[in-house]
């Protein structure tokens, strides 16, 4: 597939507000909660990205949760395509919080999700690449590259040798 597009093609920003049925009992959004409006999100992202074809879950790369997000705040999820390999992608979701107490807003999680694009056979199937635009998209367009080595070196299948880019990330002066 020769077609590029830029990670703002895939973007998807979903807002919503934490009801008390979505907290535990400090009052916080549930992590599951919240995995579950990131999935979502990410994958609106992929369909976005891979156009007509299905798009599955494949992984939870990575989840962080850096602040609690308390009953009656806002929440923004902002996912986008941060890579597209053959028929993988990847999609890094933002989460911010506008807290209902002092107004400010914080950056509260990011999650990392694989996706793959699917035939109606659930085969995989290529997808647009990516051209990253700013700063921030290319660092993560660069950093997808060592996850998804790392992934595949830690799943055995790929050779810690083959790992070009994590071997330039370890050992500099050696490439």
Not at 56 to 80: D, L, M, R, W
Not at 130 to 146: C, F, G, H, N
Request: with cysteine; charged share 25%; proline share 6%.
């Amino acid at each position: 597939m020769d077609k590029i597009k830029t990670p703002n093609d895939s973007l998807t920003v979903m807002t919503n507000i934490v009801l008390p049925s979505e907290t535990n009992y400090l009052n916080n959004m549930f992590g599951g909660e919240l995995l579950s409006r990131m999935d979502k999100a990410c994958s609106i992202s992929a369909r976005r990205h891979a156009e007509t074809h299905r798009v599955v879950t494949a992984s939870v790369n990575q989840v962080s949760f850096i602040y609690p997000i308390p009953v009656g705040s806002i929440v923004k999820i902002e996912a986008k395509v941060s890579r597209a390999f053959n028929s993988s992608m990847e999609i890094i979701s933002d989460v911010w919080m506008d807290n209902p107490e002092t107004g400010e807003t914080i950056k509260t999680n990011q999650g990392i999700y694989t996706f793959v694009a699917v035939d109606i056979n659930n085969k995989p199937v290529s997808i647009p690449q990516i051209e990253p635009q700013s700063q921030e998209e290319m660092e993560r367009y660069e950093a997808a590259l060592r996850r998804k080595q790392l992934s595949l070196v830690i799943a055995k299948r790929m050779s810690p040798d083959d790992a070009t880019e994590l071997k330039k990330l370890f050992y500099p002066d050696e490439i």
